[in-house]
């Protein structure tokens, strides 16, 4: 063999090395870019999946504040509720000795004066008297103390407050104690 035939088997021995070498090394970069693909797409998948979870947490925080919200606020209703309850008789009582005859005009002026500012006081909170008098009769507001034939009202209609009621919003703290017109 001459140099010349020596030189091409060397370089043909060569070529064939690199293109065996190069077959592994095709195959492992794609190996490594599906790797890079499936993580890529994991971490995609895993930053979606916190994303929902953080969406989740989010509005259960919400509906648990509202939720929290109304509770506090029907606790607020239910315990002014509670203690008007215990003061509609002081009002009662007032409204009474300002009716009543009396010689001395500034008493009557003092009790007067103080009926007026707690019915403020009670107004200011939110609570409001019961339409009752002339008014058809409301199971749900008034309570039906007796019955009285009348010929000037219609059947069901109030002719008479015994008892003032009062509401503290849409709850009503104290029926209207009332008498309803029979023919």
Avoid: W
Wanted: net charge negative; with cysteine.
């Amino acid at each position: 063999m001459n140099e010349k035939q020596i030189n091409e088997e060397i370089l043909d021995r060569d070529d064939s090395h690199l293109d065996k070498a190069e077959e592994p090394i095709e195959e492992a970069s794609s190996t490594v870019k599906k790797k890079k693909q499936s993580s890529t797409q994991l971490l995609k998948d895993e930053i979606n999946n916190l994303n929902d979870r953080l969406l989740r947490l989010m509005a259960e925080y919400d509906n648990y504040r509202k939720r929290t919200e109304k509770e506090k606020q029907s606790l607020v209703s239910l315990g002014t509720s509670l203690a008007l309850e215990r003061l509609l008789p002081v009002i009662d009582t007032l409204e009474m000795a300002a009716m009543a005859e009396t010689a001395d005009l500034d008493y009557k002026k003092g009790v007067e004066l103080t009926l007026s500012m707690f019915i403020t006081a009670l107004k200011s909170l939110g609570i409001t008297e019961i339409e009752a008098l002339n008014m058809e009769f409301d199971p749900n507001i008034h309570n039906c103390v007796s019955t009285e034939e009348s010929d000037e009202h219609d059947d069901g209609i109030i002719v008479r407050v015994l008892q003032k009621g009062y509401c503290y919003g849409e709850r009503v703290i104290r029926p209207a104690g009332v008498s309803v017109s029979k023919n």
